[in-house]
């Protein structure tokens, strides 16, 4: 057991103290495109993953993208799109904060922040996350360690926000085969060190399609809150991380195979 804000007990019940987005009886099950790239695109796969049991909308509008090149995300232009999609499928959306400059245009649309891996230690950035009054979902850094991770959301309870949902998205390790290497130990260890609820990514976790289901399966069973997926329409064609996207029949797979598991 190591020594961080959530031992106090007193703090624990503050984690629930906002309006929960999902139902804490309900798994959280999240899904959508990486990036939002039209309104066309992010409502057709809202109104499927809705369908198939999704209880929250993901779609990406500022892209932390490793080489400058690559898409960066329809900006405020992909914020409209979330904003209107939401408004016709009643599916509560994430988004994810980069840049604090832009934290109200985010605010306006977000059902939860997302701080994303890059992020995970830009301590100005979680301290101004820390005073809003909606959950934040923390995805764990590329290359961090579980007490860092676990630093990091005690920058965002400090402010007053204890609303957190720490997301396990993989690290970086010598592992070859798989994008990231997820880590489900840190499921586990994450609810036993803070009682913070814990969403798993394995579309980023692994980077491979045909591992989404298996590593989501092994995710709830040691625990998890709920799961992450990337979905698309044409993976083929997505503009960013189709290889891990899911077909929207195989999101009906996951979705049955969840559901058979329970
Ligand atoms: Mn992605």
Redesign the pocket.
């Known amino acids: 057991m190591i020594n961080n804000l959530f031992d106090d007990r007193k703090n624990i019940e503050k984690i629930y103290k906002n309006k929960d987005v999902v139902s804490k009886e309900d798994k959280i099950i999240i899904a959508g495109p990486?990036?939002i790239e039209s309104y066309e695109q992010l409502l057709k796969t809202a109104e499927f993953v809705k369908e198939k049991g999704a209880n929250v909308l993901r779609g990406?509008a500022y892209k932390p993208r490793t080489s400058p090149d690559s898409f960066q995300g329809l900006k405020e232009e992909g914020l409209r799109i979330l904003k209107a999609v939401k408004e016709k499928t009643g599916l509560p959306v994430i988004t994810e904060l980069m840049d604090v400059r832009d934290l109200k245009k985010i605010y306006d649309v977000a059902d939860i922040i997302q701080i994303g891996s890059r992020n995970m230690q830009n301590f100005t950035l979680l301290s101004e996350v820390g005073k809003q009054d909606k959950p934040i979902m923390l995805k764990r850094g590329i290359a961090s360690t579980i007490t860092e991770w676990i630093g990091a959301a005690e920058y965002i309870a400090k402010e007053g926000n204890y609303n957190i949902i720490m997301c396990e998205r993989g690290i970086r390790t010598y592992n070859d085969y798989t994008r990231n290497t997820l880590d489900l130990a840190a499921v586990p260890i994450i609810k036993k060190e803070t009682g913070l609820s814990v969403v798993v990514d394995p579309?980023?976790g692994t980077g491979v399609r045909y591992l989404i289901k298996p590593m989501s399966l092994a995710a709830l069973a040691c625990g998890a809150d709920g799961i992450m997926v990337?979905v698309h329409p044409e993976p083929e064609n997505a503009l960013?991380?189709g290889m891990?996207s899911l077909h929207f029949d195989e999101f009906d797979d996951l979705i049955n195979s969840i559901a058979n598991y329970k």
């Open positions: 990486c990036a990406g579309s980023h990337e960013s991380d891990q």
